[in-house]
């Protein structure tokens, strides 16, 4: 009897190290493997919100994925103080005025920015959309995806800035104030099971004459106005143990937007993931991208078109992946557009389920159309992912694959060496 106790016991511990994700998971275990990015609240400045999707609309995106990241595009320029309840601009004439050349790479440029901040920031200015609105919209449209979904996973938003790159700093605050707005408007009980992070909305690091970037200084945030703010959403972000992304567009992989992602990605732990934008799909001239990012991916580091990692080393634990792209309008209109989704599915099919993804596929009437292909990718044998069989080391295991009475049992284990793998939610 002692025998099969000890036996019992051991069975149940290594089934404990496979056991699924608690709120102490890692980021790792707060991946997202089939996302989707689904716009929500304003769009733009004269366009009205977002088109709300039916329950029909959502019961169809969730039959393909329940990993959904809730995304604004428009620029929330004010906020309302929380200790005097009064509502406060970001951005207006007035700070753009007062601006400094502290966080400008060509100071004599100073005065020439001013204006062309106003001139770049007036809709916004203007529009006076409050963050508050985005997280009642947002918030309103995650709660109907549990209510269809009790398991969705999801990620919430913290909305861009125009690009003001030598002002961005100023929106930080405010960004950090939708993390808390978001947990405070959630059901405790959801905020814990199904919030698993935020995605930040600037899509790019832009310097030049714009703004500085010390390469060498990664831990002063490059003294970077846009990465300080970055900086401050992730301390946030990771103060509640969530995951914190962020998806990047690669555009010009020669370029210094590019460069500047890969130091940030490669240098520092401020998000988790990184999802990179081959671009490709939207500029036929960016042939090339697929496959850069695909070695991206595969080196988990952000590389040049020479396949040399940005930075020369990666000291960061960020997890890279890669967006697909798709759009129901161009597959429909463009004979081009399938062929080069397909250079997307041919470069990234290998990565499913290792690596984080997600879709971009324009307003949910667009996505629906697509869904099917959508599906077809995300449709991978599980047994080639993460959290189920893998082979590491020479050693294979077979991970649990069902669980009986809060018990997990394991089919089989067999190894030289005891291997943590951890199971994917």
Known sequence: MKRIISILLGICTIAALFSGCTQNDTAEDK???????????????SNGKYPEPTDEQLKQVLEVTNEIILVPTAVYNCYTD????????????????????????????????????????????????NISDYVEDATNLGNRLVALDPDVKLWYSVPGAAQLTALTHLFADSWVQVVDEVKETLDPEVWEKNVYGFY???????????????????????NNPDVYAMRQVSDKVHSYDKNFLWIPYSSDTNGGIYKNLGYVANKTDIFDTILIQPSYFFDKSLSGNPQIIRNCVEKQAVVDKNGDIIGETKTSNTVIGWEMEIDATDI?????????????VDAFKDFRGIYPTAYYSSIITETVDVLDK?????????????GSAASVGGAHIIVPVAVAGGVVVLIAVSATVVLLVKKRK
């Open 200 to 222: 930040y909305s600037d899509e790019d690091v832009v310097t030049g004459e714009y703004a500085k970037f010390d390469e060498e200084k990664p831990e002063e945030n490059f």
């Open 82 to 129: 929380k200790l005097t309840g009064e509502e406060k601009q970001v951005l207006n004439n007035d700070i753009i005025d007062n601006m400094s050349d502290e966080w400008i790479g060509n100071p004599s440029r100073l005065e020439s920015l001013k204006d062309t901040y106003k001139n770049i920031a007036s809709s916004s200015i203007l529009a006076g959309y």
């Open 31 to 45: 991946q997202m493997y089939k996302g989707l990015l689904m716009y929500v609240g304003y769009w733009g400045y």
């Open 332 to 344: 429909e209109r463009n004979p081009d557009a399938e062929a080069r989704y397909q250079a997307y």
């Open 374 to 386: 959508i599906d077809e990718f995300y449709s991978f044998d599980e047994t080639d992912g993460k």
